[in-house]
């Protein structure tokens, strides 16, 4: 595979991931775990049919016990974190909070050998924060209590993607099939706890059944898969730009479908969560030059 194609594979994952949270809203009134257990087992499905059709099983016999408790911690941690939020919270205000990933991602790198924090990764942070801090307010400027534990969630989302995503890029080798096995491993531990801790519900009609079917098809399948390729062969640095469209773009989504409205404060607290991420980037695209599959956005 070409650069160009592993790059445009990339690209895709972005795309997948800006209908997680419209989705995730038809889905309901399924919880959690069993979304989670739902999606996850479709994506994994998938990915078998993709291992067994190519390489077969001893591509994944090969990849260590460790690298599969590491990916599964990654997928079943974050997902956990942003179905429940979804569930607490508004959906918009929680997407942007949660797709703060991509500025944290840009934030860790700093702390990883031959990295440094510039000015302009700080003045990044401080608009993507301001951005948040928007959010978090109410038409009368005071923090919404009953919002504040599906906010809290989904600022642990991602903080958990931005720590899977930059300790991920030390596994380079590890063969892209490896995610079958995260994504069926985070749906057998989404079954446990939802059967321990969840009423069981299940989709409503043929909508909330399809939205089940095509979030476990893209942005809960075969989105980790075509990430996972852009990152390892294709332009790192372009793919971590392209990653800040994501809140707009999910956002946007929402407002189409009628299931949120295009308040100015939304839409500035869009711009500045966004514009913080890509300044962020900026400064890490000058500072870094491109070394491969270890250089970081």
């Not at 059967?195 to 809960?220: K, M, N, Q």
Request: hydrophobic residues 55%; aromatic residues 8%; contains cysteine.
């Amino acid at each position: 595979m070409t650069r160009a194609r592993a790059t445009l594979t990339g690209l895709t994952a972005i795309a997948m991931w800006s209908s997680l949270s419209l989705l995730t809203l038809l889905s309901s009134p399924v919880p959690p775990f069993l979304l989670n257990t739902l999606c996850f087992g479709v994506g994994g499905a998938i990915g078998l049919i993709w291992v067994l059709a190519g390489p077969g099983w001893r591509v994944l016999r090969a990849v260590p016990v460790g690298v599969y408790v590491f990916g599964t911690a990654g997928l079943f941690g974050y997902h956990a974190l942003y179905f429940s939020a979804l569930r607490l919270a508004p959906l918009a205000e929680t997407g942007l909070i949660a797709y703060l990933w991509p500025l944290f991602i840009v934030l860790l790198s700093g702390a990883l050998p031959g990295e440094r924090l510039r000015a302009l990764h700080i003045v990044g942070a401080g608009l993507a924060f301001a951005g948040a801090a928007l959010i978090l307010l109410d038409d009368r400027g005071s923090v919404t209590a009953q919002a504040l534990p599906g906010l809290g969630l989904a600022f642990l989302c991602a903080m958990t993607w931005a720590a899977y995503s930059v300790a991920s890029r030390r596994l380079g080798s590890v063969p892209t099939e490896a995610v079958t096995v995260y994504c069926l491993a985070t749906a057998a531990l989404s079954l446990i706890l939802h059967l321990l801790v969840e009423e069981p519900s299940l989709p409503l009609g043929a909508v909330g059944w399809l939205s089940v079917l095509a979030l476990g098809i893209g942005p809960v399948g075969l989105a980790f898969f075509t990430w996972d390729i852009g990152m390892k062969r294709g332009d790192i640095q372009l793919l971590g730009v392209a990653s800040y469209a994501a809140p707009l773009l999910s956002t946007l989504a929402l407002v189409v479908a009628g299931l949120a409205q295009a308040t100015p404060t939304l839409i500035l607290s869009a711009g500045l969560v966004t514009g913080g991420a890509a300044l962020a980037a900026r400064a890490s695209l000058r500072a870094t030059p491109a070394r491969g599959a270890k250089s970081l956005p």
